[in-house]
């Protein structure tokens, strides 16, 4: 069981830059594939980016392509997703998500985080 726990949503304005946070419980943390999905209000929750067990591998979705970067500290069992050039149409509830398996935006994860907020206004 890997529990997932995801900080740093915040409302910030159209431009502005953001690091989400998240945190995992487990000491096996680095034998897990990551990944970030984001569901705004009204749409189905979709792929943002994903990172290999060991950080070497990222995959992102084209719409952050370039603005978005993920990454992970093994040591501390976290990842990251740093957000720069934010558009309101980012604002969404953001998750984290760990398989021990793949990585891909269509892999059925096993586990998931709570999800904190992002709200871009424009």
């Known amino acids: 069981q890997v529990q997932l726990v995801e900080s740093g949503g915040d409302l910030v304005q159209a431009g502005d830059s953001l690091r989400l946070s998240c945190a995992a419980s487990?000491?096996?943390?680095?034998?897990?594939?990551m990944a970030w999905f984001r569901q705004a209000p009204g749409k189905e929750r979709e792929f943002v980016a994903s990172i290999s067990r060991s950080g070497g591998n990222t995959y992102y979705a084209d719409s952050v392509k370039g603005r978005f970067t993920i990454s992970r500290d093994n040591a501390k069992n976290m990842v990251y997703l740093q957000m720069n050039s934010l558009r309101p149409e980012d604002t969404a509830l953001y998750y984290c998500?760990?398989?021990?398996?793949?990585?891909?935006?269509?892999?059925?994860?096993?586990?998931w985080g709570q999800g904190t907020q992002v709200t871009v206004s424009s």
């Open positions: 487990r000491r096996t943390f680095s034998t897990y594939n």
């Open positions: 998500a760990a398989d021990a398996i793949a990585m891909g935006p269509r892999t059925k994860y096993d586990y």
